[in-house]
Structures are given as structure tokens and as C-alpha cells.
């Protein structure tokens, strides 16, 4: 959707390219604006939409674990490898907690890797925490604790 008084375009409540103005009559309050994002991330995930989270990840997205000094992946094609590997897998993720931290996003998800397999089926507690720069996701941590996970949402420090 374009902005009717200047040239904004904006996707399911996040702004995606900005106007020239220096003074743009639609400059989100920064809350509000990572809380709308927060929701594009929460409902997408659920839901496993793949063309939705494309769109919400930075060219060069990075993901991995916390104690990685080089993340698992580097860019936006490999991320989106490892969605769609894990789906053909039947794994799947339900999303029971959203919180923002500054420009970071929680979330707590309950994941199933494979609904067939008895011995994995009851899901696993897992936290990610992403970090949004320009509207855009550019930074993902996967962690085995909310703790952890919230310590590194609130330092906001990343040694990639």
C-alpha cells in the first residue's frame, strides 16, 4: 500500500521503502513500528509462510547459534534453504511468546521436527531472537533458553 501524502510504501503494518521527505507525514513511532513488525513475524512463522518471511529478511541476514563466531548462514537464499529443508521434513514451529526488545524481536516457539517420528513428537522449547535494522530482519539467534534469549535481546551486542 503507498501512502496517500507522499510516496511511503507499507506491507501488512511495516513501512518497506521510505519517501525523500525529511519530515515524512507517516514516520512511525518506533514502538509501534517494531510492535507491527513483531506481528508480521509472529503470524508468518506460525503459519510457515515462506513468500512473507522472504520479505522480511535483509539480503544479508545472518543466523546461528550464540556461542558461533560465524554464523551458520550468511545471506537471505541460505535462511530461506533452511526454512524450506525443514518444512519438506515435516518440521514445524508454533509461536507462544512475542516480545520486543528496542529493535529486537523474541519469540518463543514450541517446535516439532517431525510429527511421524514418536520419539520426536512432543515439541521442544526453543527461543529465537531477531534483530530488525531498516524494516528489515538482519540478524537471527536460535536459543535453548529464554534467558539467554532475552539477555542478548536486551544487550542488543553481536559479535557478527
Known amino acids: 500500500m503507498r501512502c496517500a501524502e ?36 509472529s503470524s ?52 507462544v511468546e512475542t516480545v520486543v526488545f528496542g529493535q529486537n524481536i523474541l519469540l518463543g516457539l514450541k517446535v516439532r521436527r517431525d510429527p511421524r517420528a514418536k520419539s520426536e513428537s512432543e515439541p521442544i522449547d526453543r527461543w529465537q531472537v531477531m534483530s530488525v535494522e531498516d524494516g528489515k530482519i538482519s540478524e537471527i539467534r536460535g536459543y535453548d533458553s529464554r534467558i539467554e534469549a532475552e539477555r542478548f535481546a536486551t544487550s542488543g551486542t553481536s559479535i557478527w
Do not use: F, H
Request: glycine share 6%.
Open 44 to 95: 508468518a512463522l506460525q503459519r510457515g509462510d515462506l513468500p512473507v518471511i522472504t520479505a522480511l529478511l535483509a539480503n544479508d541476514v545472518r543466523w546461528g547459534a550464540p556461542e558461533q563466531s560465524v554464523p551458520t548462514c550468511t545471506n537471505k537464499s541460505q535462511v530461506l534453504r533452511w526454512y524450506e529443508g525443514a518444512q519438506l521434513a515435516g518440521a514445524s514451529a508454533d509461536v
Open 6 to 41: 507522499c510516496e511511503c510504501v507499507w506491507e501488512r503494518g511495516v513501512r518497506r521503502s521510505s519517501c525523500a521527505q525529511p519530515e515524512c507525514c507517516c514516520t512511525p513511532d518506533v514502538a509501534s513500528g517494531m510492535d507491527a513488525m513483531a506481528d508480521v513475524v
